[in-house]
């Protein structure tokens, strides 16, 4: 073997850490389809090569040590950046990729998100696409699991770097007979207190935790479009982008709430590559097309390129 030739295999980094994340060995070897066996002599071949105790056994549980720990977590990146340069391969050897997956924050406006698939999908009429609306830590989520190769997100996780893409405005409304408008008078945090409020679930699926929440009074659903039905009935009031509001405004279902402070409110919106350097001719198109289609919509200013965004933290 060469000199600094790594004497550990990615199957063996893989089964520490599966087991790491079931708990187990014997959960472990399930989902990996694996003997215990084989997921033991892996975990065995760490210990030996390393000279360290990975796990300190409690149960039928696998505790990982102080050591363990910070093994698995460096493992994780080895286990990523392999994949990465699998992924990098295969877009190479087959030019554009067959399919691409996008997770787009769901106050994004649709009809810009659409157009821009519908020119890609000119160009490549042969990459299949998939979308995900989600919101908030759902769409940081599925970079973070690598379930979307681009997205269009206001929270950057850590790890990834954020391009500012578009600055939305969002607009505080009710159906025109709802008791707020009767106040008639610019309304206090206290007055929307006293009122059931509309929010969006977030997709996270691991955390499942919502939107912050203003009042007591509250629906939590799982799409902006059923809180804009719900409020332009006069169930509520919310917080939404004016894109997705325009209709109702027209046609007087839903009329803005004037507020004493904090009347205005924008949302921060990043393009996200999951790995930028193995991304494919599509992921790259289909990018430049979502930056080229903001410049044109006169609903979505463009982000100011000087924002923020939280880069690589290892």
């Known amino acids: 073997m060469a000199a600094g030739a790594p004497r550990i295999t990615l199957d063996q980094w893989q089964a520490l850490v599966a087991i790491v994340d079931a708990g187990s060995f014997e959960a472990a070897a399930r989902a990996l389809h694996k003997s215990q066996s084989a997921l033991s002599y892996a975990v065995q071949r760490i210990e030996t090569l390393l000279g360290v105790n990975v796990f300190q056994r409690s149960g039928r549980r696998a505790v990982p040590t102080a050591a363990g720990r910070q093994l698995v977590q460096r493992a994780r990146w080895l286990l990523e950046e ?5 992924r990098a391969a295969s877009s190479m050897s087959a030019g554009w990729e067959a399919e691409i997956r996008v997770a787009a924050e769901i106050i994004f406006p649709t009809p810009l998100m659409l157009e821009c698939l519908d020119r890609f999908g000119r160009e490549s009429p042969h990459t299949r696409i998939e979308l995900v609306e989600s919101v908030l830590a759902g769409t940081a989520e599925a970079l973070t699991t690598r379930s979307a ?4 997100t206001g929270m950057v996780p850590p790890g990834f770097v954020g391009e500012p893409l578009v600055r939305l405005r969002l607009t505080l409304a009710a159906h025109p ?12 945090l ?29 629906w939590t659903v799982s799409h902006v479009a059923t809180s804009v039905l719900a409020a332009s ?67 979505a200013a463009p982000a100011q390129r000087g924002t923020a965004s939280r880069r690589r933290g290892r």
């Open 190 to 218: 206290r007055d929307l207190r006293g009122h059931r409020q509309l929010v969006v679930r977030e997709s996270d699926t691991r955390r499942a935790t919502r939107l912050s929440l203003d009042a007591p009074q509250r």
């Open 177 to 188: 007979a709802h008791p707020l408008h009767a106040l008639r008078r610019p309304l206090t």
């Open 82 to 86: 392999a994949g990465g340069v699998e």
């Open 233 to 299: 009935l006069g169930h509520g009031y919310g917080w939404y982008p004016d894109e997705r509001i325009r209709r109702e405004l027209a046609d007087g279902t839903l009329q803005p709430l004037p507020l004493a402070e904090g009347g205005e409110r924008y949302a921060e919106l990043y393009l996200v590559f999951a790995d930028r350097e193995s991304a494919g001719p599509g992921v790259q198109r289909l990018a430049a097309l979502l930056r080229e289609r903001v410049r044109e919509c006169p609903d």
């Open 149 to 152: 190769d681009l997205a269009v």
